[in-house]
């Protein structure tokens, strides 16, 4: 596996996670605000994920010219 696979494999998983720990906490009627807090993070981990995939698949396709 190269470095940038575990970049991408890494943001994958960071946001799974957040959204699963979003998801238990609703189901067990958690905290509204932990909800908020978690939704918020989850949101900030897929706009992070999106760059490093944008930025693996530049640099896979050639990098700075």
């Known amino acids: ?3 940038s696979s575990l ?3 890494l943001a994958a998983i960071a946001v799974a996670i957040v959204l699963v720990l979003g998801l238990v906490n609703m189901m067990r ?3 509204a605000a932990r909800s908020q807090q978690l939704m918020r993070t ?3 981990l897929q706009f992070g994920a999106i760059v490093v995939i ?3 698949l530049w640099w896979r396709s050639g990098g700075p010219s």
């Open 42 to 44: 989850r949101v900030m």
């Open 54 to 56: 944008m930025i693996v």
């Open 1 to 3: 596996m190269t470095t």
């Open 29 to 31: 009627g958690g905290s």
């Open 7 to 9: 970049f991408v494999l």
